[in-house]
């Protein structure tokens, strides 16, 4: 079963590095996402993307993020100067056109000191 | 008002149980509906989706109420392998982002 992929599964840095993480998405999906999800707090929606453009995003994804697909299977989060409270888990989904489930990847654990 | 909200509990059940959750959702033209389950530290994983005649899989059944606005999952003969913290979640007009609830603790012992 396709399944979405990220790496990496932790990631340590310290406050004001950039972090960029990586998504596979699954391959015949056409809509790709960013959540997170801080420590004991519901899954929260950062932004979409289809048509290699932001379709829409939230109040959190401010300036520091930014996404882009490079080539035709990733798909990246950056952060640009990370700050204490963009520790969480990070969570890529994808979904076929048509459909609106939503399948997501294991996550990435960012951890900033 | 929160957008999805449902009893964090835990739930404590035995194994064999029947146990129901309760959602509800403050946006009356909200279109879709899906509950996923959500193991410690562990990515959300689809469980079913919500359909307005209500939908069975296996030991799961799920329910939307449009007019009370509220989504219900109900699973029968509880197994050890169900603990883990189930979500509402809901997507709404106009918009391709998913809207969760925080969960709802579910812990089935022996």
């Known amino acids: 079963e396709p399944e979405v992929t990220q790496t990496p599964s932790h990631q340590v840095t310290q406050m004001g590095q950039e972090v960029i993480l990586r998504c596979v998405p699954i391959?015949?999906?056409?809509?790709f996402y960013w959540y997170r999800q801080i420590l004991g707090q519901k899954v929260e929606f950062l932004v979409s993307f289809y048509n290699n453009e932001i379709s829409e995003k939230s109040e959190i994804f401010d300036d520091q993020f930014s996404v882009e697909r490079p080539d035709g299977s990733n798909f990246t989060l950056k952060i640009r100067s990370t700050k204490l409270e963009d520790s969480a888990m990070y969570f890529c989904a994808s979904r076929v056109s048509q459909a609106y489930e939503q399948y997501f990847g294991p996550g990435t654990r960012l951890t900033v000191t | 008002r929160k957008e999805v909200e449902q009893d964090p509990g835990p739930f404590n059940v035995p194994e064999g149980a029947t146990v129901a959750f309760n959602c509800t959702y403050s946006?009356?033209?909200?279109?879709?509906f899906f509950w996923y389950r959500q193991d410690c530290r562990k990515e959300p994983k689809l469980l079913m989706s919500?359909?307005?005649s209500g939908n069975e899989d296996g030991r799961f059944t799920a329910q939307l109420n449009r007019a009370s606005q509220y989504i219900s999952l109900l699973i029968r003969d509880s197994k050890l392998s169900d603990s883990a913290t189930y979500l509402c979640v809901v997507n709404n007009p106009g918009r391709r982002a998913l809207t969760f609830g925080s969960g709802t603790r579910l812990q089935v012992q022996p």
């Open positions: 391959s015949n999906h056409l809509y």
């Open positions: 919500v359909y307005s």
């Open positions: 946006n009356s033209a909200s279109q879709s």
